[in-house]
């Protein structure tokens, strides 16, 4: 794949991520429809192939999942919408009683170059602290991982992009794409 489009409108996320590859890569804001699915590989499949019948060019899409153990999973892929309603603090509002905090952080990378999907996957350990540092991302205040004193929150970009799910899944992408040039 020579050329390859990220669709996101995330600037955040956008940055982070060429941080994380160590370059730039083509980027495009696409309205894409969002599947409700507690499956993230459902939802990258579907908003991968989207963009490829939209674009007609080779696209990758991410999607991110936070699964608390204690909650059974949930809220997985719906964060989005549970960090919206609740934003971190009420999310840990609701962490609070449960003595089980562990929480698995997941970014799952779908790329689609008309022919075949290639999943990504980062997964990290940790737990769901009291809310700490500012953060450009929806979880960062209250996830810190495991073995770290500091939520991603409180960690500088380039610590956070060494160790993150979102900075494992694309390692991968970035090895996959320099195998296929």
């Not at 990258?44 to 909650?71: C, T």
């Not at 991982?145 to 992408?173: C, D, L, Y």
């Amino acid at each position: 794949m020579k050329e390859i489009y990220f669709v996101t409108g995330n600037e955040n996320k956008y940055k982070e991520v060429c941080e994380i590859l160590g370059k730039e890569i083509k980027r495009i804001e696409l309205d894409l429809e969002e599947i409700q699915s507690d499956d993230p590989y459902k939802i990258a499949k579907k908003k991968v192939l989207e963009a490829y019948r939209i674009l007609k060019k080779p696209v990758i899409v991410e999607d991110i999942s936070l699964h608390i153990e204690a909650l059974n999973g949930f809220p997985g892929p719906l964060i989005k919408f549970m960090r919206s309603s609740l934003k971190p603090e009420g999310i840990y509002q609701i962490m609070k009683s449960h003595k089980n905090k562990n929480t698995i952080a997941r970014c799952v990378v779908a790329c689609f170059d008309g022919k075949n999907i290639n999943f990504f996957t980062g997964d990290i350990k940790g737990k769901i602290v009291a809310p700490k540092g500012k953060s450009k991302f929806g979880f960062d205040p209250i996830f810190q991982p495991n073995g770290k004193n500091k939520t991603f929150a409180q960690m500088g970009e380039e610590e956070k992009n060494k160790i993150s799910h979102r900075s494992i899944a694309w390692r991968k992408v970035r090895d996959f794409l320099e195998k296929d040039k």
